[in-house]
């Protein structure tokens, strides 16, 4: 049972990557960034400026407030990693006469998330999981949405747990508690900073499901309120 969930997940989240991959691929009116050449969209007026890539083959780091089920408390670090991008030029006229800019841009991110939360009167949850991530970027105003899916374990502690042995001795367990694999799925908003190390601010919820729980699947909702940074300070366009 736990190799046919594990190779029917397996092949969802290939089957995701090659739909990510496939929204990336240039058709004739898009333009891929090159690993030194980014795209500047100003705000009055819809020509593109070349400037330094600071996405392409970049690698930012998160740190999360991870409410568990929106009152347990915990935190959450990640690192990203952006695998891909691609910039679609698009502008319209509205009926006045006024162009607006649609310029977005596509990202295939890899990233790894480690974390903990407490759920009072119960237990300590703690988690690792792993997702490859599809981030589409508005970049008028450089905010974005994404959405992921990757494999992941969950681990429970709880503070006291017994175990009876054959011979009627009861004894406590240390670090009492069982592993889950735990597959998530992630989607949420956010907007690029231009000040300093804080590179975003990101709002995200994921739904962790925790696999053979009782001979069943349980899901866990999680919100969480993540700053990203980026240590070399660059900006994402220029102001």
Same mark, same amino acid.
């Given at each position: 049972?736990?190799?046919?969930?594990?190779?029917?997940?397996?092949?969802?989240?290939?089957?995701?990557?090659?739909?990510?991959?496939?929204?990336?691929?240039?058709?004739?009116?898009?333009?891929?960034?090159?690993?030194?050449?980014?795209?500047?969209?100003?705000?009055?007026?819809?020509?593109?400026?070349?400037?330094?890539?600071?996405?392409?083959?970049? =690698?930012?780091?998160?740190?999360?407030?991870? &409410?568990?089920?929106?009152?347990?408390?915990?935190?959450?670090?990640?690192?990203?990693?952006?695998?891909?991008?691609?910039?679609?030029?698009?502008?319209?006229?509205?009926?006045?006469?006024?162009?607006?800019?649609?310029?977005?841009?596509?990202?295939?991110?890899?990233?790894?998330? =480690? &974390?903990?939360?407490?759920?009072?009167?119960?237990?300590?949850?703690?988690?690792?999981?792993?997702?490859?991530?599809?981030?589409?970027?508005?970049?008028?105003?450089?905010?974005?949405? =994404?959405?992921?899916?990757?494999?992941?374990?969950?681990?429970?502690?709880?503070?006291?747990?017994?175990?009876?042995?054959?011979?009627?001795?009861?004894? $406590?367990?240390?670090? &009492? &508690? $069982?592993?889950?694999?735990?597959?998530? =799925?992630?989607?949420?908003?956010?907007?690029?900073?231009?000040?300093?190390?804080?590179?975003?601010?990101?709002?995200?919820?994921?739904?962790?499901?925790?696999?053979?729980?009782?001979?069943?699947?349980?899901?866990?909702?999680?919100?969480?309120?993540?700053?990203?940074?980026?240590?070399?300070?660059?900006?994402?366009?220029?102001?």
């Amino acid at each position: 049972m736990k190799i046919r969930i594990l190779f029917i997940f397996f092949s969802v989240l290939s089957t995701f990557t090659l739909k990510a991959q496939d929204c990336l691929k240039a058709p004739q009116y898009t333009s891929f960034i090159k690993t030194d050449t980014s795209y500047h969209l100003s705000k009055k007026e819809t020509t593109i400026n070349n400037t330094k890539s600071v996405f392409y083959n970049s =690698i930012t780091y998160s740190l999360s407030y991870y &409410g568990n089920n929106l009152v347990n408390p915990g935190i959450n670090a990640g690192i990203s990693f952006v695998l891909r991008e691609r910039t679609k030029i698009k502008s319209r006229t509205k009926k006045n006469g006024k162009k607006v800019d649609q310029s977005k841009m596509k990202q295939l991110l890899a990233s790894a998330d =480690i &974390g903990f939360f407490w759920q009072p009167e119960s237990h300590i949850g703690a988690f690792n999981y792993y997702e490859i991530t599809l981030r589409t970027i508005r970049l008028k105003n450089n905010s974005y949405s =994404i959405i992921g899916l990757g494999p992941g374990i969950y681990r429970s502690f709880y503070p006291e747990t017994y175990e009876v042995e054959d011979n009627g001795n009861i004894n $406590r367990v240390a670090l &009492g &508690g $069982r592993t889950y694999f735990a597959p998530v =799925i992630s989607f949420g908003t956010g907007r690029f900073k231009n000040h300093g190390i804080l590179h975003s601010l990101s709002f995200i919820t994921n739904l962790m499901f925790l696999f053979d729980y009782n001979s069943g699947i349980v899901p866990l909702l999680n919100l969480e309120i993540a700053f990203g940074f980026d240590f070399k300070k660059q900006k994402i366009h220029n102001e």
